[in-house]
């Protein structure tokens, strides 16, 4: 245990240490952190307070400020509805709706087998794909209803 | 590789961009800005390099951004030796080799290019450079060139001048187009305020929305008291439905980090920072390689072109907060901290970025900087409207056939850029609205359609330029589902620091929530109005002070949706669920059982080859039917 | 100095003074819920706003923040002001049900209850003025409470809604809360607030409990008096 939480210091450090330790690099230090874990870790914040001399506060400011950033374990698999306008025009409303009853979870929320997380996210910027689903980084672009539970299926393997 | 310190190594690098830009031998180049690999532009590379490798042939294979045009992609580019460019659309790593086939017979045969290209232009330069001798051959000639495509004809690219023509990853091929002479210009031969004079007189207007005169805000900075000063690109292009930064900063990063370099020279700084969005990954690579080159060549760091001045860039990537679009807010978070705005009674070109003067622009607007100086900004002045000058990118979105990044003069009508660039609308459907400006803008009414686009006439239409994103709307479209999807979309982008934005942006929600469900009281929309008004005066900053734009100006042109919503409990596009009903129209319905498949409540049934049925009880409304039926037999009213 | 003209009347300011502070001390009355003389104006709370007029322009600010200046014409009261003013009331009646200030306020100014806005029952009477905030930041420097999440969910308390290791328990949000919201339980030896109990400690003169040990081992690491001579209370001293 002990030796574990060395571990994460120095991992921690490595981090700041790319940011030669500056204060104003703590968005860039948590978007790292979150790179690392996959979200933010409670313990490592606090450890992030103590090595970077913020108050903890400040650390928890930032992180619940922005939307990017996670205090809860995310799934495997990130699944991520475009919300964006043109998206929107095009029934992705549906397309979310249909990913909450394939994967039984709500919008924002991660499935009991963490495989998968249900988000929705601002204009991937994609719009002549619309509607389009980001998953693990890869688009899939004009997506309908029915070519979910393959898409899925894919992810599930 | 040598630093760059005067117009000969210059010349030279451009020499060297022109060897690959045009080689002596065949070339193929793949568009790979975002929008290009989502659509499969990576494969359709992986497949051109095998195939290439496998049967050893001379032909350099490369990468380049968007054209634009991204409702053809994967795009791919050929230019062979002493042949005009050909451009083919909807590129699959399967049509591969029959490309590379095509290519080695000299024929147009299997695969069709939808343009071709005579000639290369270079708007800083002010000329273009044919390709080969000129001249078509006969089997090209049925091939419509670029200008007669009715996407691109009325196109005017400044800002995106290089987006789709070089290699992002290429400093040589951005200084073969005349890249970085602007800045040679600037530094060698001009000083700082008549650099700035020469902004003024283009007129150039901040492309983030506000559209300030970008010259007098430098005039600003530059006369504001501190030594240390910064200079700002906002990249945070958050806007749903307006993408054309990203495609500058990842087919053209030079471009913006060029403007920067001459606005810091101009206004005395020498620090710089690029704020990207998070969701932008390829945009940061895509410029960090850019200003590493530049650092290698000396166009960035100590004593650029032996002149004594310094500037070196930043990148700093957002978190994921629509607010951070916000100058202040921005600046607060590139400090570190959470991004609230705060008031802006003492400007940030006086009191910015860790309270010293700094100066914020766009990443079009910083684009637009290399041209104004080596083209001059009378030539700058002389494009576009009377005090919206030069061009505008815009993002033609939603409901219509062509869908891309398009860059025409301002004061272009909407109705060129919807019909002629765009297109029209897709299925025969009727053309409704064009929303503009974002989540701070409004909407544009079909009657309004001969409106002139610029920063004037859409604010006086109750829209604004915002930072140019154009979703068109068909008669399928909400028009008070589209006021509830932005202020939903602002509800949860609010910092939460005021009180008219935090809490009455909800209570809009809440009332165009109900609204849409049928729920809709008389007086709702007097209410709107007047909690609009005190939002918008009452607001802390830019986000809560435009928040109600789109409630406004949905009701000020579609009023009789909101009342056929609240009155007759009846949404005309079909839109609202509450308010709607699936049914099968017998007639059409061969009764192929693909709705009773897809149905996830089982509404839908029938036996096989007859009519089926939607038990509307039942039925969610989930519209997983309609988008499935191949006979168009389903019916929402 | 600068000379401006605050609801009809003349009046001459020294430069840099927020017309909030001008209006106040020539007897103009403008509301406000976050601003305090000891704290820097935020402009969070919207009540303050003016309409102001340079030429022909006019424009609504917030007057704890933008300062007079000379040819200024201020209305405190005009219809756009108080539009603003009836829509903050109305929406923190809304939020903030339980409040009696926020109550006697909107009776004093006539607006009512706005029927179209539901009752929130989850945020008690915090307004998000953010006093607490920036005392415990900027006055006692302690930063143990803080505002997290952003935009209606927007939060005032210790990280984590539970880590209130860095509070010392000196009471300072409490007694500067408009509104009454931050609870402070106190018993005889000790005090609860933010959901963490402190030991306070006697008087070595009169042995009455006046401040948190905590407090005391605080300001003793920033002055360096030790804690034996912060011993006696204010009242003794």
Redesign the interface.
Known sequence: METARTDERTKLREIIARYHG???????I??DIQEAYNYLPVAILKMVGQEMDIPLM?VY??AT?????SLTPRGKNVVEVC????C????AI?LL??LE?ELEIKCGETTKDETFTLEQ??????????P?VRIDGN?H?YL???QIPDILRNYRK | MSKINTLEDLNKAGKRGLATLIPSGTKIMVGMA??G???GAQDVYHALDREIRERRLDIILSRTGSMGM??M?PLVDVLEPGKPRLAYGKITAKKAPTLLEQIAKGTIETIKPFYRMDEEESIILGKSKRYGDGSVPAYLKEIPTIKEIPFYAKQVKIATRNCGLIDPESIDEYIAKGGYSGLYKAITGMKPEAIIKEVIASGLRGRGGGGFPAGIKWKTCREAKGDVKYVICNGD???????MD?SVMEGDPHSVIEGMIIGAFAIGSHDGYIYVR???PLAVANLGKAIEKAREYGLLGKNIFNSGFDFDIRI???????VCGESTALMA???????EP??K?IHTVEHGLWNRPSNLNNVETWANVPAILTRGGKWFAGIGAQNSTGTKVF?V???INN??LVEVPMGTPLKDIVYDIGGGVPHGRKFKAV?TG?PSGGCIPEKLIDLRVDFDELWKAGSMMGSG?M?V?DDR?CMVD?AR?FIE?L??????????C???V??MR??LEDICAGKG?AG?VE?LE??S???I????CALGGSAPNPVLSTIRYFRDEYDAHIKEGRCPAGVCKALIKYSVDSETCTGCGMCVK?C?TGAARGEKKQPHVIDEATCTR???CL??CKFDAINVK | MAKCIIDGKKITAPDGTPILQAARDNGIDIPTLCSHESIEP??????C?VEIKKGKRSK???SC???VEDGLEVDTKSE?VM??R???LA??L??NPASEVIREIAVKMGVNP?P???LDEDKGKC??CRLCVRTCADIVGVNAIG?S??????TVGPPFDEDSSACIGCGACAYVCPTGHILMEEKVDERKIWGRRFKMKACDTCGRYFAPLDQLEFISKKTGVSVADLSICTSCR
Not at chain 2, 237 to 243: N, R
Not at chain 3, 149 to 154: A, E, F, L, Q, V
């Open positions: 500056e204060k104003s690099s703590l968005i860039a948590l978007q400040r400011e930032v400020f922005y939307n990017a950033f919300a964006g306008t043109a929107h025009v095009k029934g549906n709706e249909n009853r996210v601002r204009c991937l910027g994609c719009c002549s794909l619309a389009v688009i672009a309908t209803q029915q | 975002t929008s690999i989502a659509s991204d409702c992609e292009e958050g806007d749903p439905g307006a993408y990203r998070n969701e932008y700093s990537k957002g978190a994921g907060a629509f978070s590139l400090e570190g901290a959470a991004g705060r008031a009674y993002s979105v939603g409901k869908i891309g929303q974002g994103g979703i709307m479209t589209i999807y979309f509800e949860s982008e609010s910092c939460g620091k005021c009180i008219p935090r809490e009455g909800r209570r809440d009332i009281q709702d209410l007047t909690m008004q005190a939002i005066d009452g607001s802390l897809v996830p989930c519209g997983a988008e499935s | 935020s402009g969070a709370c919207r009540l706003v609504i600010v917030t923040l933008y300062q756009r539009n603003v009836r829509l903050v929406l923190l809304a939020r706005q179209r806005f539901k307004i998000l505002l999440h952003r935009g209606p969910s927007k």
